[in-house]
Structures are given as C-alpha cells and as structure tokens.
C-alpha cells in the first residue's frame, strides 16, 4: 500500500487504496472465496458484509448494517455527530468481534464522505484504530466512485452506462462501458447535507442544478442506462414498486423509466402521511427521514442526463473492492452461472449430473439465443439442489430459489423463467403456486418455453445415472411433429413407466408425437 496522504482537513487516506491488502483468490482459476469481511462507515450507516461461496458471485454470509448518522448536522458544525460517533464506535466494536468468529482474516475498512471531510476526521481515525484495533481507510470521493461502479460490474460484468452513488454526505458518478470504469466525479450532494441546508426547498434546487452542471462538464453527455447504488435510492425504488403494485420485492435489477421516477417522486412529494408510506413500502424511519431530499437530487440527475433506462444496484463499494482483487480471467466469468455451479456442488445430490442433463435437453433448443442459453444451463445446474424440501412444498422452493435469492446477473423476467422451469422441474402444473402472484412479468411464449424447459428436466432426471453418463439422445422435429428419443442401452431399464408418463407429457408441451428407440451402441 502506499503512504497516507492527507485531504484539506487533515483526514488521512491513501493514494492507492488496495483492498484487503493480500490475495483473497489462490489463483485465476479459483471456484472458492476465501471468507472476507467488509466494513463501510458511511455518513448515514455502517454496514459489515462477509462475502462466503462461489469466487465469482459471493454470498452473503453475513450482513448487517447500523444506522448511525455520523454526518447528521455536519453542514452546521463541521464535526461528527457525536451521538453518531458513539454509535458507530460500538459498531465497529462487535463488527470487530464477530469477524475474528467468523475467521475472515483482517476486516477491510473504509471511511467515506463524513469521516474525509469532517474537522475532528483524524480524531475519530485514530480512536477507532485505539479502541477496536481496526485499520480504517478513509477514501477520496473519486475512489468511492470507482469502487462503487466495480462493484455494479461484479453483477453486470460488460455493463455500460452511468453509475450514481448516493450515501449521507455525498454523490458520485462514474462510468461504465464494457467492463471498465470510466471517469468518475464527486459531489457533496447528500441528502444529509441537504436537509441542513439553509433557505428551503429552493436553494436546494439551485445547488442541486449547479453542482450537476458542474459534474456533467467533467462527464459529457450519458444518455446510457442509469444504475443507481445506494440505500436512499433503494428506499425510492421501494416507494417506486408499492406505487405500482409491483409483484417482485427484488431490488437488485429493478427497472424503471423516467417517467416513472418522476411519477413516483411525485407520489412523494404529495403524501400527507409519510409514515404511513413508509411502512407500506417496508422503508425504516431513518432511511425515510432522507428520502425526500433524495428524491429531489434523483429527479434532477434523471432530467440533466436523460437515461434510456433506470436500474437498481444493490452491488456497490463492498462489491467493488471484492471485485478490484479478482483476476481478468475470474471477472470474465459468468456471475450466474457460477453461483449455480457453486450450489450445484454444494446441494445436489449427483454434482456434475447438471452439465449432462444441460447436453440431453439442448436439442430442444436448437435456435436459442445466448441469453436463453445460459438460462437453460443455469436451470440444470439447480435442477437437483432442493432435493432435501418435502415433497409438497418442493416446486415452490425451486421456484423461490430462483426468484428470490441473491443472485446477479439475472434480469427479473429472467429470474421469473428460471423459477417457472425449476417449478415444472417438479410439477407438471403451475396453478395455485408462488408463480401466481409474479406471472404478470413474463409473456405467454415465455411462460410456454419455461415449461418446456421445466418438463424436459423433469424427464432427463428420471435417467439418472453417474455425472459422466450417457442417457441417450433427444430429437425434436418440429414440422412432423415428433419428439424422439433414442435410449443408450445403459438407460434403458431406467425408462420406466413413470418416466414413459413424463416423456409423454414433455412431447405433449411441444405438441409432438412421441417416439421411443433404441440408440446404437
């Protein structure tokens, strides 16, 4: 690492801020993380995140976040809120404690906004450094942004556009076009900074459209996707969704257009009851207390750079330093996939059975495009994971696995598909299930195509054998309307009458004749 600099109060930070500060990948070809830990002491909250699982789209074993407010009233006093010292002082105090259970190796920890800026910074590095024994890394703005737009590429590796950050105390913007980030600018314009400004409403405006000014000179033009990272926009996303009804309470990948925003921020500005809106949303009292200043710095950025689209990050600065420590070769993977694989060889009951199942059923899918592909492929690697749930809630779980869990790299109709094949992976229907309350996100063709997929696993894995097997071949001829299957000899006692019934229903779904014969040796 390189030596301390110091920024204009005195606060010390590095010049080349290196995460972790020793290789967390034993080589580029690593599967496994090694167990890390994460700190950020924002302006508004610190939060622990351990990353655990597969290298390329961790887990998180363990995160928790304390709502601190170290930047509240700093406008005024140009010190730390010294409640908010306190408080995050104790945090850092069990976060420290609870690592060394864990086994995460030296937690990396990062100050932002409030801590480089405040006067009595330095004194409050120092004290956490005494009192907790951990190394605190107070980072420039510029760096923030960075690590912020790293940590959307972690979930969208060749992801383009313009990264918007907002913590308590400021706002970065960086960009993002085919893996790498790009510029990256730095403003003060948090909602923390904001709710202490003085003059109202109307000041905030004009240093709100003058500090954007002064940002889209150093930027240029960014009419690209507009992916938004931190908690006040989440909590505006949430507003967003329990606006309109919205049935997947999914915040990674949310999609919004413009003038939805504007709709919402609106919705907003007009509410009489704030709380009320609040608990309906499932917002906390203190990320609320923000959100209206947020949402007046979200709707002015939405009007200077006129996205195309809007998109919701929950990958942000842990991510990123996650994501500055991984090799080329690790970060050209697939997050999904990956994550599957991960599962596959942790949960199923024949790992690698997945990858012969993906080349049985492919034939199915001769005309699919890539994005469609690597569904399918992600979908046979979990066929199996979810083995151990009781039989009559076993489609839901599958279906919640994909829908509802942590995954990146999966759009929400996307997620939706993969639920609805690895639900038909164990139920030939799709009524009275969790998919009823989702179906609005994905059309009829894909609805259809999903069950297909769904039953062809559900068929595949009733010829179960070793993960290097050889179960035959499918052929589907579309204009004759025939699905055949041609049995290896070492399949053929396998095909039962339970699996005759599933071939059935399969070649049904296709609207095709089956056709059963013997494959050569």
């Not at 450094?129 to 959307?152: C, F, N, Y």
Request: aromatic share 8%; hydrophobic share 40%; net charge positive.
């Amino acid at each position: 690492m390189s030596a301390p600099e110091t920024n204009g109060n005195g606060a010390k930070r590095t010049a080349a801020f290196t995460p972790f500060g020793r290789a967390i990948f034993d080589k580029p070809s690593a599967r496994k993380l090694r167990r890390v830990g994460v700190v950020d002491v924002g302006s508004n909250s610190v939060r622990m995140v351990v990353f655990d699982g597969a290298a390329r789209s961790p887990a998180y074993f363990f995160n928790e976040k304390i709502m601190c407010g170290l930047g509240a009233g700093m406008s005024e006093t140009g010190r730390l809120n010294p409640e908010g010292r306190v408080r995050a002082l104790n945090a850092l105090s069990r976060f420290a404690l609870l690592a060394n259970a864990m086994e995460t190796g030296p937690l990396t920890c990062v100050a932002t906004a409030a801590v480089r800026d405040a006067d009595d910074g330095v004194e409050f590095h120092r004290e956490v450094e005494e009192k907790t024994g951990l190394k605190l890394w107070i980072i420039d703005g510029r760096e923030e942004a960075r690590l912020s737009a790293q940590g959307v590429l972690l979930g969208w590796p060749g992801a383009y556009g313009l990264v918007c950050d907002i913590g308590g105390s400021s706002m970065e913007l960086a960009e993002i076009k085919g893996g790498t980030v790009g510029r990256c600018v730095s403003s003060q314009l948090g909602p923390l900074k904001l709710r202490d400004m003085k003059g109202g409403r109307k000041a905030r405006r004009a240093y709100i459209t003058e500090t954007l000014n002064a940002m889209t000179g150093e930027l240029g033009e960014q009419e690209d996707r507009l992916f938004l990272v931190g908690g006040s926009w989440r909590a505006i996303a949430r507003i967003d969704m329990e606006r309109r009804g919205y049935p997947l309470h999914v915040l990674h990948e949310y999609r919004m257009r413009a003038n939805s925003v504007r709709d919402t921020l609106s919705y907003i500005h007009n509410c009489e009851d704030l709380d009320s809106l609040r608990q309906r949303a499932g917002v906390s009292s203190a990320r609320m207390a923000l959100v209206p200043q947020a949402a007046e710095v979200l709707r002015e950025v939405v009007r200077f750079f006129k996205p195309h689209d809007i998109a919701i990050s929950s990958y942000g600065i842990r991510e990123g330093m996650l994501y500055e420590q991984m090799p080329q070769q690790l970060r050209d993977r697939d997050p999904l996939i990956e994550a599957c694989r991960f599962t596959e060889a942790k949960d199923a009951r024949v790992p690698g059975f997945g990858k012969v199942l993906y080349h049985f059923i492919m034939p199915l899918f001769k005309n699919a495009k890539p994005e469609r592909v690597r569904l399918i492929k992600a979908a046979c690697l979990l066929h199996d994971v979810n083995w151990r749930a009781h039989p009559e809630y076993r489609a839901d779980i599958c279906f919640d696995t994909a829908t509802r869990a942590n995954l990146g790299g999966l759009k929400h109709a996307e997620r939706v598909f993969l639920g609805l094949a690895l639900l038909h992976r164990y139920s030939n229907s799709s009524g009275h299930t969790r998919f009823d309350q989702v179906s609005q996100l994905i059309d009829g063709p894909l609805r259809r195509d999903a069950e297909i997929l769904g039953k062809a696993m559900r068929f595949g894995a009733m010829l179960w054998l070793q993960r290097d097997a050889n179960p035959g071949a499918l052929h589907h001829y579309p204009k004759k309307k025939i699905l055949e299957l041609a049995l290896a000899p070492e399949a053929t006692p396998l095909f039962g009458e339970v699996a005759q019934a599933r071939f059935s229903s399969l070649a049904s779904s296709l609207g095709a004749e089956p056709v059963v014969k013997s494959a050569a040796r």
